[in-house]
């Protein structure tokens, strides 16, 4: 970094920006702010390698406002173009651009599935300079004609890994076909796999690369981590024992279902902690009230999905909580990285059931990170830590000149009553506590819950074992894959990446889960691994696909001869034969078929059926191919 850079003046910004930025509080650049603004503001083209909370949105954010407010100001239509992930992320980059632009003429307009056309209808049709949006809708809008990005001038491609992993890096490149081969484009990621890369290198002319992250991945080792061995009935009496007994500010809880989600957020306001729930069953502006909650301190807790949580940057989360486990150690990356943000201090804890321990250990050592073991906190130890926090308080108070109204008080009641000094005091300090929930009591048990493991010590790095004679995964090939059904198909525009970036954005399943996808005129069929699919099946959610809500259901596997039933080791065919099957299925199309009119064998088959083709289907057998059962 240059001495030039040490200062946002030093960056060669409008003296206009520099003036909000400095009622903002920003003082100094980032390194990827410094590294990345000046050849920006160049015009250059780069790739820039940054974690999550690192500054990056300010580090493409203000080169845009310059451009619209600078010299090359001008123009009409989109002319800036950033595309985001998720659309929790491009509502805080919209808010955030719009904050670095306050006072100037710079509009914007944020585009993203579950959301109202008709406002993002109006903007466009109004020539807004700035489009913010994930890449479903913006193909959605440009399929319909109502997005132009013929006159796009700059195109920010934000958390490109992120894309790859939602199954969005097809529609990325779609979006950036459609604007100009003269346009510059900027590409941010915390990694930089192969896809990526050779994005970069079709998109990217004489690309500048920008690194600040190590070459290893999204780095953690600014985020101390611990793990928590706990039964899977113990999480929320573990969940609610480490919130009320850690110093903390806001805490970010994940879970693996929206099941969960509800439930834990009621077992915590039940026992005194401010705790909402966010997942995909709310609706957008129900998930918009719980953040904005959370960001105004009304809330300290949030428990989240991975999709619900994906785009949340709030400054002051100082804990993030894996209740349970995320799948892979790109996902626990993913997760922590939502607190330590901006230089603050964060810490991260997870949970890890007896059959999940080795599969942690390796989570671990494949990020090199130094995890320690940590007990569940003991009922005195909660007590002591909330008496310690209520005296820091009580501290602060006295030490308030503003209290010489309370003493006067007092020595009114001392001098009005048989009461002491002492007698005030601590009837003061019990109401307190009572309000609170906290025991004063002296006797309290200090023995960790029966349920804990006394085990200690630490674990990560180049020794990250689990312990001798714990459970271990097993190993062996890819797991079964069991199919489940939307109705709707290519009459409704559906393509495999629809179905991918949905079920990887509205349900949170990974991209490695997925398997083959079968799209027919009016249903389609997704094979998933079978865990997920069993979790998905029992939830019975719902997706949008192409405007349409649509519920998941299990894909029939006793219908029609189209749909075989499996094995039970392997999952059944994707694509209907004519005739019927052999065995079972000859079976059930012989013996389970109406009998024709009249007596004997049929001198004739029915014109246009194939030899051995069955007249009717088994009783009780839908029509179709393997659709959910009628209610």
Known sequence: ????????????????????????????????????????????????????????????????????????????????????????????????????????????????????????????????????????????????????????????????????????????????????????????????????????????????????????????????????????????????RLLKAERREAALVFVRTRRSCAELAEILMRQGIEADALHGDLAQTARETVLRRLRARRIDCVIATDVAARGIDVEHITHVVNVDLPENADGYAHRIGRTGRAGRAGVAISFVTPREQRRFFELVKRLGARVAEARPPSVAEIARRQRTILWDELRGSVEDDAQAHTLNWVEELVASSDWSPHDIAAAALGMLATQRGLDLRSDLDDRPPAWAHARGGERGG????????????????RVEQVEVFLPVGARNGIRPGDLVGAFANELGVPGQAIGRITIAERKSFVALDKAVAGRLIEEGPSLTLRGKVVRVAQARTGGPPSTPPADGDSPPPRRPKAGPKKGKWKKAAGKGKPKAKGKGKSKGKPKGKPKGEPKGKPKGEPKGEGGPPKP
């Open 1 to 240: 970094m240059t001495d030039s850079a040490d200062t946002f003046e030093g960056l060669g910004l409008d003296p206009r920006i520099l003036s909000t930025l400095a009622g903002l509080g920003f003082e100094a650049p980032t390194p990827i702010q410094a590294a990345a603004i000046p050849p920006l503001l160049k015009g250059r083209n780069i790739v820039g390698r940054a974690r999550t909370g690192s500054g990056k949105t300010a580090a493409f954010g203000l080169p845009i406002i310059e451009r619209m407010v600078g010299p090359s100001a001008g123009g009409r239509g989109v002319r800036a173009l950033v595309l985001a992930p998720t659309r929790e992320l491009a509502i805080q980059v919209t808010d955030a651009i719009r904050s670095f632009a306050r006072g100037l003429p710079v509009r914007l307009v944020t585009i993203y599935g579950g959301s109202s056309y008709r406002p993002q209808f109006e903007a466009l049709s109004r020539g807004v300079p700035v489009v913010v949006g994930t890449p479903g809708r913006l193909i959605d809008h440009l399929e319909r004609g109502t997005l132009d990005l013929s006159g796009v001038e700059m195109v920010v491609v934000d958390e490109a890994d992120e894309m790859l992993r939602m199954g969005f890096i097809d529609d990325v490149e779609r979006l950036l076909g459609a604007t100009p081969a003269t346009r510059q484009t900027a590409l941010f990621s915390a990694t930089m796999p192969g896809p990526i890369r050779r994005v970069a290198d079709k998109f990217l002319d004489n690309a500048l690369s920008v690194q600040v992250e190590a070459e290893a991945g999204p780095t953690t080792h600014h985020i101390e981590q611990r793990f928590m061995r706990v039964p899977d009935r113990h999480k929320p009496d573990a969940l609610a």
């Open 462 to 477: 180049g020794d990250g074992r689990p312990p001798r004679g714990g459970p271990r995964s097993p190993r062996g090939p």
